[in-house]
């Protein structure tokens, strides 16, 4: 079983603010994505929110730190003058699985190609920074099922791994779920070997 033990960087949560610049509004939304499907999926959502404005442009990150996609769009801005500032604050945060949207409704004065970069990127760059970042390391869900009997145990050895406690269940034995550390993951299978009555299912 191959996963990723490397700790990666994303945004806390959800944000958005506007700003005013030369008569345009400039109103961004970011959002954690861990997929590209739930990244576009962010960006339909505030293209359909904000159908009336002359532009909705984004960029997101996503993946694990040794294979991130990149991916911007102008969404009809002039080339590189929207969606490639917009990548360019989420890069400089070392962020990934983050979408960034920056929704504009045009106020009658052109800010030219220079005046787009620095609005785009700096609506971006106060979006990410009112959502805060978190580092993250990768886990991996688990199911345990094993007799009342090893429960204390159990649990004791979980936490020496610094396994998370998700949920319990009570039922004819102990049914437990939990999210192990990718850094722990052989650790966590050399303590499967002290409970030969347990049943573990990774959750998909």
Known sequence: MTMNTLPYITIASPASIEITIERSRFIGHCQPATTETAAKEFVYQIRQTHSQASHNCFAYRIG???????????????????????????????ATNTVVVVTRYFGGKKLGVRGLIEAYGQTATLVLEKAGVITVTPKTRVCLEYPYSEHSMMLYQLNQIEAELLDTIYSHNIALQIAVPNTSWSLFLDLLKNFPNINYKIDD
């Open 64 to 94: 694990e730190p040794n294979n991130i996609q990149e991916y911007f769009n102008d969404h009809g801005e002039p080339s590189g003058t929207a969606g490639k500032p917009i990548l360019g604050a989420i890069q400089r945060i070392k």
